[in-house]
């Protein structure tokens, strides 16, 4: 599996935009990059996926660069509720198993 | 739109005592998983479960735990002889067939105290 990178927290404003940026120098030709959220005391949630260039869904968008060494996850307009923490897994698709990391606590401030 | 339950969301037990987790996956879903997550750490993957056996298990899943669908709906997740090192939430999760995309479908988590 991918080893991922991403900072251990951020801090951003009601009415932002917050760019979380994962780093997966080993990523295979297989591996899709895959986001999840979470709240405290609940389940993670799938956000977006992607395999190259950018995908955007009614949460968020996908920035993934050529060489598919990182991706940015990008929250437009950030609220409260956003506060969250967000992880970044890599793996080929449906016949991994998605292993979490640290992931990014996000923190949005009024 | 479909979810996974879990039940129960909170169970408190001693030491020593038996436990069942049961989770109710979404119905067109072929691909089970447990997870848990010690308080203030990372999701850990436990087991997944395919085609009514264990398809990978991780170090964590050990002879104390164990699975089963014991019927169409039902997912559950038994710890034997609980410790307190077990005190956790427990993420049931579950994947559609087919498709690259790999998403995992959690549940909200059953938490488990053990004392």
């Known amino acids: 599996l991918a080893k991922t990178t991403q900072p251990i927290s951020m801090d951003s404003y009601e009415g932002q935009e917050v760019n979380i940026t994962c780093s997966h120098n080993n990523i295979a030709t297989n591996d899709y990059i895959t986001w999840y959220q979470q709240f405290p005391s609940q389940g993670p949630r799938f956000i977006i996926q992607g395999y190259k260039t950018k995908v955007t869904n009614e949460v968020a968008s996908l920035f993934i660069p050529a060489d598919r060494k990182s991706s940015t996850l990008s929250l437009p307009r950030v609220s409260l509720s956003d506060t969250a923490v967000y992880y970044c897994l890599v793996g080929d698709g449906g016949s991994y198993i998605p292993t979490f990391g640290r992931g990014t606590s996000l923190i949005v401030h009024p | 739109e479909p979810e996974v339950t879990q039940t129960p969301s909170h169970q408190v037990t001693q030491m020593g005592q038996e436990v069942i987790l049961r989770c109710v996956p979404i119905?067109?879903?072929?691909?089970f998983y447990w997870y848990r997550q010690i308080l203030g750490q990372k999701v850990e993957f436990l087991v997944s479960?395919?085609?009514?056996?264990?398809?990978?298990k991780s170090e964590i899943f050990d002879d104390q735990f164990s699975v089963e669908r014991p019927d169409g709906s039902n997912f559950t997740l038994k710890i034997r002889s609980t410790k307190l090192e077990d005190s956790a939430m427990y993420f049931c999760?579950?994947?559609?067939?087919?498709?690259?995309?790999?998403?995992?479908?959690f549940g909200e988590g059953s938490r488990l105290t053990v004392l």
């Open positions: 999760a579950s994947r559609p067939p087919g498709g690259d995309t790999g998403e995992l479908f």
């Open positions: 479960f395919y085609n009514n056996e264990i398809s990978e």
């Open positions: 119905s067109n879903h072929l691909y």
